[in-house]
């Protein structure tokens, strides 16, 4: 399976930013899809996740702010962020689950300024 993201880029603080994952390489439904992220000296942190049935989870920093969703037809996730925070500055990953086996993709860097 591979992941090609996109979307990232620099925002003031305040702005909103969409980040796109394209899956390619599979056949099979991927049983959950998200987003993680990591800044400098900070730790690998998951943001958001939904399943191929539609179910989400959210970290607290991301709650209010951010909208995970897919189309499963084109295997794609998505992440909605609106209400961008300098602390949001970070490389963003996605990440796939297919059985028991993970999938990452190339980061994408997300700069908010202030």
């Known amino acids: 399976v591979q992941l090609q993201a996109s979307g990232g880029g620099l925002v003031q603080a305040g702005g909103s930013l969409r980040l796109s994952c394209i899956a390619s390489g599979s056949s099979r439904s991927l049983n959950r899809m998200g987003w993680y992220r990591q800044a400098p000296g900070k730790q690998h942190e998951l943001i958001a996740s939904?399943?191929?049935?539609?179910?989400?989870n959210y970290a607290d920093s991301a709650k209010g702010r951010f909208t995970i969703s897919r189309d499963n037809a084109k295997n794609t996730v998505y992440l909605q962020m609106n209400s961008l925070k300098p602390e949001d500055t970070s490389v963003y990953y996605c990440h796939a689950l297919l059985g028991l086996m993970n999938y990452w993709g190339r980061g994408t860097l997300v700069t908010v300024s202030s």
């Open positions: 939904i399943t191929n049935g539609g179910s989400t």
